[in-house]
């Protein structure tokens, strides 16, 4: 390819040519953060709810972000080849199982590896279906789900739960595998205890900024920095090489990539195989964590994955910040439960506020009148109560990535031939 139709296709491929698509600029989105940050600190503030912005609540969030982030990163490999990748929580499954397989015999490490090589596997047989045979993607993806829940639920009655079992001797069972060592973590030395000084004073936004720093620095599992460096990894490889830029043309027009001498089967075989390989070290990251394999222990998170990824518009950076939010929730319904649950509430009333607002500059009247009406009856749910229900604390992590998928929907752009069929040849 010349430089200059390499240029074209690079600038086709990340939307530079389409009239009225604005890009948001760094400092625009420092300011977006910086905002938001303003806004926690004045509802620990009004509410005096201490854990919203607490090094606990973020160090937690952190944690439940990493492996979801993962499977979504794993998402966006498959698809920016055009591979639809439904089948990311069995990869994730296979990736805890072989995690706690040889976890509690060689160690965390030993077990991410191996929880990086169930989760390949897992991407070669989706691979193989979809791109070799044509296999319709979706069904390919719930077929290795489903194999994978059978499989896992399977091995483990073998393996671990084996009477008389060198496993079943060390404490493993049916449905857990024996205990494996703890994963190194570390914490900024001097940096961690200033900030946790600093957040005990309990000052506005200084205070609430301190927590939330020291939650990223304070006791951080090794293993979370392979995974922040897999995100900065991916944006180089598919947006600033030209492998990455074969491979997504591969997601835009794979007959126009096989025009220009693209090896189309080879890239999207590469592509789900490392999708795989990222859901199952996500996987492993969960193993890991508990220290140990258990049976319904990815509880879902392939599929929240999945909608990061979409979320996140199929970009790094997206993902990174659609699983912050998820894992932000997750954490504060965990550590913190009703109350701060309650308080929340205030905050997504002034959300919708200024959604309204949006909506009543472009126009769209009607969509401003449902916005601040939900708004209203957000305020006087909190003013009517002193807390949200259980159930309702316990779905909070769902009900928001929801809540974000409908709200991005209207600026989502997936790759042109994802999901579509292909056969080597088909364009001559």
Partial sequence: MSTTFTAAVSDALSGKNKPGRRKLSYPVVLMIIAGGLLLLAALREITSTGDLTSSGQFG??????????????????????????????????????????????????????????????????????TVTFGVDHIISGVAINILALGMTQYLAKLWFGAEGSAAQQAGGNDKQSPVMSDMPSFSIPGLSDWLGDIEKHHWFFVSDLAGIIGGLVTDVSWLTIVAALLFVGTF??????????????????????????????????AAVVVSGAMAGLGGAFLAIGTHMYSDGQTGGRGYIGLATMISGNWRPGGVAMSAGLFGFMDSLQLRAGGPVVHALLLLIAV???????????TGKVPGAIVAGAFAAALVLWYVLTDTVPLELVNATPYVVTLLVLCFSAQRLRMPKANGKPYRKGQGK
Wanted: charged share 10%.
């Fill in 351 to 361: 959300l919708l506020v200024g959604f309204a607002a949006w909506k009543l500059k």
């Fill in 236 to 269: 180089f490889v598919l947006w600033r090489s030209s492998f990455g830029l074969r491979l997504r043309s591969c997601g835009e027009s794979p007959v126009a990539a096989e025009s220009l001498g693209v090896n189309v089967y080879t890239y999207k075989y």
């Fill in 60 to 129: 937690g969030a952190l944690a439940a972000a990493v492996p979801i982030g993962l499977a979504g990163l794993g998402g966006l490999w498959a698809e920016r080849a055009g591979v639809v990748n439904i089948g990311l929580e069995g990869m994730m499954m296979l990736g805890t199982f072989c995690a706690g397989w040889i976890g509690w015999q060689h160690g965390p490490w030993a077990a991410a590896l191996a929880g990086v090589v169930g989760g390949a596997i897992g991407g070669l047989v989706h691979a193989f279906a």
